[in-house]
């Protein structure tokens, strides 16, 4: 609801004086203005004197429950609160208490008590909540529907030239969400404009543009960074309040006071929707602007009416884009709007003058898309908010079935997060146009038999087959019908298919085309729902044939998928019967077992981003392939692990295959990696066997880069976390093109039972690799042989690459306790081959940075933007933002003498 019929608010400009009174405290007030119409109409509301503005929510948008953002410095004024009754209402307002070291690190303040307040009003009747700190992240609660107002009486921001009151609308609860594009403050790219996010949940994952770190907010805790770009995106795993503030900005020679705008989240922008801004009029050095913001095609399409002469600034890796129109004087209103169908913006007006300035977010949805938790009854480990107390399976349960609407319990799970585990969900994509032979290559570390069932839940007659791994034995393979269960297009599926086993086990996918004009194979060991996790980005690769990206759901209820489309060698693919450009972002709401598949032909996925609201399973690859070749073509498929389970560190090991190839269609018979990187501005350094090195800079998230092998060995180190594809190329006889994921040292397993697929005139190769030296012979056991490994002094590792004679369906390792080995499995034959990794841990070791307090000296870095106590905190220089994150003498060094 943007504009409705019903509005009460504080407007009485003597009352917004009062509250900017210092000593005017808590209390009841009566001013108000009520205003009724017959038809929709939006307001706005200008403070003058030093005070920011906002737009009034009309009553029927009003919500019960509100987190609200307060701006507050040392030596500034009070966070403000300002409660409007529409109707007879009590409001309870949770002030909860500081961290036991907020504020002790300046040795002058003790930390602020929590606090309940209730409030009870009357119809018309207007509450005002003074505290000398911050009170963001208190909650508001009531029964009945009330309004709310935030912000501070008075403070600056920045160099503190310019100084005054900020103040904006609170956005309910129930209108929050995860996705949010934030634009400069226009004539304010130089000094940079603050944005503020904040959790209303417990362990919410947030990821900010400006340098893609993995944040972890707690409920009621915030972060704070300052930005210089045109436009910034903000993403979170659960719904968070976004706030920007603009900065002081007289010293600058940028006339402005500071403004405070919540921002509304993609989700809520307008489609189809006349946009009407009224010019505010008889102030000195005013100036009027509006900046539009939307995809790039929605901002053209709006701004066409306005004939704007200035550029369109677009956001990175994004189709999202903002303009700015300067409204001339006299103009008394600017009227535009987008007719095309999926064309939805978000305008903020932006005035400033000698005297004030404020910036609104115009008109935006107010809709319901955050409804409130219904306690419910689960199953440990189900990743849903059971209890409604804002955590997720929180509660420690010996018990599986000690779960319901009273408890919430955390999964119940024995061992080690690895690539073993007790339940696996996926989709199978296309990979022959003839008719698949598809299996599951199944191997556990005992001999015990294990019951074993394989379904495809959502639809019971294509798939239940219930089975055992014999005792005695590693292994055992699952033979699957092909007919109904490959998905080929892009859109979702029921078809998803789910194992479950008594005892742990590994899963590898097998999908052979033998009777296709040239024989075909892809394998991919799968990742168990225990390891899985909410955000992930594609590898893809696929000169002939589909590339592919499968997204699995394992758990109950709803899991709302968030993807935005990285696409190269085509300008655009179809999802669910629309098309998509590269950068448009594709929301997916997936029931359990339900999985989506995006697949476009001869068009690379790679960098695709991939974020959810619980944990998905998540494959990607490709069809078919003509790496380097043409000749013969495999698949290329991998089960991808969560980003908090890469790492920085990598060994790879040339294919001893290639050893014995004289002629390859690129210039050399080189193996190849493909990565892609998790945050921006990653430096990549490949180290060789020799001690030579070679270094490259990848800037944003999501970019990815092809590189030859120049050695049998290479060491690839990263400024931050990586993934990384290893691709053998095609050659004209007896290899084929397949892929492996290289796995961190730091994640290597105690050992591994491999799966062989057996077939006439097939090679076998294992490779090995450890960043150890001088590893004593029988620390290595290959089916009970000690197996000797080389040192490479240059890398400081010792490594293993040899053929391997296998005539077992599955071959045995076994490494020492204290020798850390990883490496994949190299199968090829007459035109086809698989290659996939060997056991390997997925702990997390590249953990969002949790926001914390702290105290002088902890060496932790509280502010999570990359340094550990930064800010020298000196008393009577409070203001001072020595690191220019925008935050505030958050991480303190050890002050001196102490």
């Given at each position: 609801m943007d504009s409705l019929t019903n509005y009460r608010f504080n407007t009485d400009t003597s009352t917004f004086r009062e509250w900017l009174q210092p000593n005017a405290g808590d209390g009841y007030f009566r001013q108000h203005v009520k205003i009724t119409c017959p038809e929709p109409i939006g307001v706005q509301v200008a403070g003058t004197q030093d005070t920011d503005?906002?737009?009034?929510?009309?009553?029927?948008?009003?919500?019960?429950?509100?987190?609200?953002?307060?701006?507050?410095?040392?030596?500034?004024?009070?966070?403000?609160?300002?409660?409007?009754?529409?109707?007879?209402?009590?409001?309870?307002?949770?002030?909860?208490?500081?961290?036991?070291?907020?504020?002790?690190?300046?040795?002058?303040?003790?930390?602020?008590?929590?606090?309940?307040?209730?409030?009870?009003?009357?119809?018309?009747?207007?509450?005002?909540?003074?505290?000398?700190?911050?009170?963001?992240?208190?909650?508001?609660?009531?029964?009945?529907?009330?309004?709310?107002?935030?912000?501070?009486?008075?403070?600056?921001?920045?160099?503190?030239?310019?100084?005054?009151?900020?103040?904006?609308?609170?956005?309910?609860?129930?209108?929050?969400?995860?996705?949010?594009?934030?634009?400069?403050?226009?004539?304010?790219?130089?000094?940079?404009?603050?944005?503020?996010?904040?959790?209303?949940?417990?362990?919410?994952?947030?990821?900010?543009?400006?340098d893609f770190r993995r944040l972890m907010l707690d409920s009621g805790k915030s972060v704070i960074r300052l930005f210089d770009e045109d436009l910034i995106q903000v993403q979170s795993d659960r719904p968070i309040v976004v706030v920007k503030f603009s900065q002081s900005a007289g010293n600058q020679g940028i006339v402005g006071h500071p403004t405070m705008t919540y921002i509304p989240p993609t989700d809520q922008y307008l489609e189809d929707t006349v946009f009407i801004v009224p010019e505010i009029m008889g102030f000195i050095s005013m100036t009027q602007q509006l900046v539009i913001v939307g995809t790039s095609s929605a901002v053209l399409c709006a701004t066409d009416s306005l004939q704007v002469a200035t550029p369109q600034s677009s956001l990175y890796g994004t189709n999202m884009a903002v303009q700015t129109f300067t409204m001339q004087p006299g103009i008394g209103q600017a009227e535009f709007q987008c007719p095309t169908s999926g064309s939805r913006l978000a305008v903020y007006h932006y005035f400033t003058s000698d005297e004030f300035s404020f910036q609104v977010a115009v008109a935006h949805s107010q809709a319901n898309i955050n409804p409130e938790c219904q306690a419910t009854s689960g199953t440990p480990g189900d990743n849903v908010d059971n209890d409604c107390d804002g955590q997720i399976d929180e509660d420690p349960c010996t018990d599986p079935s000690a779960t319901g609407p009273s408890i919430d319990c955390e999964p119940v799970f024995i061992g080690n997060v690895d690539i073993f585990g007790k339940s696996f969900t996926f989709l199978v994509p296309e990979h022959c146009s003839e008719s698949d032979v598809i299996s599951l290559l199944i191997t556990s570390e005992i001999q015990a038999e294990i019951a074993l069932t394989v379904k495809s839940p959502l639809v019971t007659t294509l798939i239940n087959k219930a089975t055992t791994k014999p005792v005695a034995t590693h292994s055992t393979e699952i033979s699957l019908p092909a007919s109904g269960l490959k998905a080929a297009s892009s859109e979702i599926y029921n078809t998803t298919l789910v194992i479950t086993a008594d005892a742990e086990i590994s899963a590898t996918l097998l999908m052979k085309c033998p009777g296709a004009a040239d024989t075909s194979a892809v394998a991919a060991r799968l990742i168990p729902n225990e390891a899985l996790g909410v955000e992930y980005f594609a590898i893809t690769m696929c000169m002939k044939g589909n590339c592919h990206i499968q997204i699995s759901a394992p758990h109950a209820g709803t899991t709302t998928v968030r993807i935005r489309l990285r696409l190269t060698g085509v300008t655009s693919m179809w999802f669910l019967d629309q098309n998509y450009a590269s950068g448009e972002l594709i929301c997916v709401r997936l029931d359990q077992f339900q999985s989506a598949q995006l697949t476009v032909l001869k068009g690379d996925l790679t960098g695709t981003h991939i974020l959810s609201d619980k944990p998905v399973s998540v494959m990607s690859g490709g069809q078919l392939t003509d790496f380097m070749n043409g000749m013969f073509k495999d698949g290329l498929l991998e089960m991808l692990p969560p980003v908090s389970a890469w790492g920085i560190d990598h060994l790879v090991v040339q294919t001893p295959k290639m050893d014995s190839i004289g002629f390859c269609d690129s210039s050399s018979c080189r193996d190849y990696i493909k990565l892609v990187v998790s945050e921006n501005n990653v430096n990549v350094k490949l180290i060789y066997g020799t001690g030579t090195t070679s270094e490259h800079i990848l800037y944003h998230a999501g970019d990815s880069i092809l590189l030859e092998l120049p050695d049998n060995i290479v060491r690839v180190q990263a400024t931050e976390a990586v993934l990384m594809f290893q691709i053998t190329q095609e050659i004209l006889f007896g290899l084929e093109v397949s892929a492996s994921l290289v796995l961190p040292p730091s994640q290597w397993h105690r050992g591994d039972f491999l799966p062989v697929a057996q077939e006439p005139g097939m090679e076998f190769f294992v490779l090995l690799v450890s960043n150890q030296m001088n590893i004593e012979l029988d620390s290595v056991l290959l089916d009970n042989s000690p197996t000797s490994m080389t040192d490479l002094t240059a890398l400081n590792i010792s490594y293993h690459r040899a053929l391997y004679s296998v005539t077992e369906p599955v071959v045995e390792l076994e490494f020492d306790a204290s020798v850390k080995v990883g490496g994949q499995f190299h199968a090829v034959g007459l035109s086809m081959g698989t290659f996939y990794p060997l056991a390997f841990k997925l702990d997390t070791i590249n953990d969002a940075c949790a926001v914390t307090r702290g105290y002088r000296g902890d060496m932790v870095d509280n502010d999570c933007d990359g340094r550990i106590d930064e800010e020298s905190c000196v008393l009577g220089n409070l203001a001072d933002d020595e690191d220019g994150d925008g935050m505030l003498n958050e991480d303190c060094a050890q002050s001196e003498g102490s």
């Amino acid at each position: 609801m943007d504009s409705l019929t019903n509005y009460r608010f504080n407007t009485d400009t003597s009352t917004f004086r009062e509250w900017l009174q210092p000593n005017a405290g808590d209390g009841y007030f009566r001013q108000h203005v009520k205003i009724t119409c017959p038809e929709p109409i939006g307001v706005q509301v200008a403070g003058t004197q030093d005070t920011d503005g906002f737009v009034v929510l009309p009553v029927e948008s009003w919500d019960t429950s509100y987190w609200p953002v307060t701006y507050w410095i040392e030596f500034g004024g009070h966070s403000v609160l300002a409660l409007i009754a529409y109707e007879t209402t009590t409001v309870t307002i949770t002030i909860p208490t500081q961290d036991s070291n907020h504020l002790t690190i300046f040795d002058t303040l003790a930390p602020a008590k929590g606090e309940t307040v209730t409030v009870n009003l009357e119809e018309g009747e207007v509450y005002q909540l003074k505290r000398n700190f911050d009170i963001s992240g208190c909650q508001l609660t009531s029964t009945v529907r009330f309004g709310v107002v935030s912000g501070t009486d008075f403070t600056w921001i920045g160099d503190g030239s310019t100084q005054g009151a900020i103040y904006d609308w609170v956005p309910g609860r129930s209108t929050l969400g995860t996705d949010f594009v934030v634009p400069m403050t226009p004539g304010r790219g130089s000094i940079g404009d603050l944005v503020q996010v904040m959790a209303i949940y417990d362990e919410t994952h947030v990821i900010i543009s400006t340098d893609f770190r993995r944040l972890m907010l707690d409920s009621g805790k915030s972060v704070i960074r300052l930005f210089d770009e045109d436009l910034i995106q903000v993403q979170s795993d659960r719904p968070i309040v976004v706030v920007k503030f603009s900065q002081s900005a007289g010293n600058q020679g940028i006339v402005g006071h500071p403004t405070m705008t919540y921002i509304p989240p993609t989700d809520q922008y307008l489609e189809d929707t006349v946009f009407i801004v009224p010019e505010i009029m008889g102030f000195i050095s005013m100036t009027q602007q509006l900046v539009i913001v939307g995809t790039s095609s929605a901002v053209l399409c709006a701004t066409d009416s306005l004939q704007v002469a200035t550029p369109q600034s677009s956001l990175y890796g994004t189709n999202m884009a903002v303009q700015t129109f300067t409204m001339q004087p006299g103009i008394g209103q600017a009227e535009f709007q987008c007719p095309t169908s999926g064309s939805r913006l978000a305008v903020y007006h932006y005035f400033t003058s000698d005297e004030f300035s404020f910036q609104v977010a115009v008109a935006h949805s107010q809709a319901n898309i955050n409804p409130e938790c219904q306690a419910t009854s689960g199953t440990p480990g189900d990743n849903v908010d059971n209890d409604c107390d804002g955590q997720i399976d929180e509660d420690p349960c010996t018990d599986p079935s000690a779960t319901g609407p009273s408890i919430d319990c955390e999964p119940v799970f024995i061992g080690n997060v690895d690539i073993f585990g007790k339940s696996f969900t996926f989709l199978v994509p296309e990979h022959c146009s003839e008719s698949d032979v598809i299996s599951l290559l199944i191997t556990s570390e005992i001999q015990a038999e294990i019951a074993l069932t394989v379904k495809s839940p959502l639809v019971t007659t294509l798939i239940n087959k219930a089975t055992t791994k014999p005792v005695a034995t590693h292994s055992t393979e699952i033979s699957l019908p092909a007919s109904g269960l490959k998905a080929a297009s892009s859109e979702i599926y029921n078809t998803t298919l789910v194992i479950t086993a008594d005892a742990e086990i590994s899963a590898t996918l097998l999908m052979k085309c033998p009777g296709a004009a040239d024989t075909s194979a892809v394998a991919a060991r799968l990742i168990p729902n225990e390891a899985l996790g909410v955000e992930y980005f594609a590898i893809t690769m696929c000169m002939k044939g589909n590339c592919h990206i499968q997204i699995s759901a394992p758990h109950a209820g709803t899991t709302t998928v968030r993807i935005r489309l990285r696409l190269t060698g085509v300008t655009s693919m179809w999802f669910l019967d629309q098309n998509y450009a590269s950068g448009e972002l594709i929301c997916v709401r997936l029931d359990q077992f339900q999985s989506a598949q995006l697949t476009v032909l001869k068009g690379d996925l790679t960098g695709t981003h991939i974020l959810s609201d619980k944990p998905v399973s998540v494959m990607s690859g490709g069809q078919l392939t003509d790496f380097m070749n043409g000749m013969f073509k495999d698949g290329l498929l991998e089960m991808l692990p969560p980003v908090s389970a890469w790492g920085i560190d990598h060994l790879v090991v040339q294919t001893p295959k290639m050893d014995s190839i004289g002629f390859c269609d690129s210039s050399s018979c080189r193996d190849y990696i493909k990565l892609v990187v998790s945050e921006n501005n990653v430096n990549v350094k490949l180290i060789y066997g020799t001690g030579t090195t070679s270094e490259h800079i990848l800037y944003h998230a999501g970019d990815s880069i092809l590189l030859e092998l120049p050695d049998n060995i290479v060491r690839v180190q990263a400024t931050e976390a990586v993934l990384m594809f290893q691709i053998t190329q095609e050659i004209l006889f007896g290899l084929e093109v397949s892929a492996s994921l290289v796995l961190p040292p730091s994640q290597w397993h105690r050992g591994d039972f491999l799966p062989v697929a057996q077939e006439p005139g097939m090679e076998f190769f294992v490779l090995l690799v450890s960043n150890q030296m001088n590893i004593e012979l029988d620390s290595v056991l290959l089916d009970n042989s000690p197996t000797s490994m080389t040192d490479l002094t240059a890398l400081n590792i010792s490594y293993h690459r040899a053929l391997y004679s296998v005539t077992e369906p599955v071959v045995e390792l076994e490494f020492d306790a204290s020798v850390k080995v990883g490496g994949q499995f190299h199968a090829v034959g007459l035109s086809m081959g698989t290659f996939y990794p060997l056991a390997f841990k997925l702990d997390t070791i590249n953990d969002a940075c949790a926001v914390t307090r702290g105290y002088r000296g902890d060496m932790v870095d509280n502010d999570c933007d990359g340094r550990i106590d930064e800010e020298s905190c000196v008393l009577g220089n409070l203001a001072d933002d020595e690191d220019g994150d925008g935050m505030l003498n958050e991480d303190c060094a050890q002050s001196e003498g102490s």
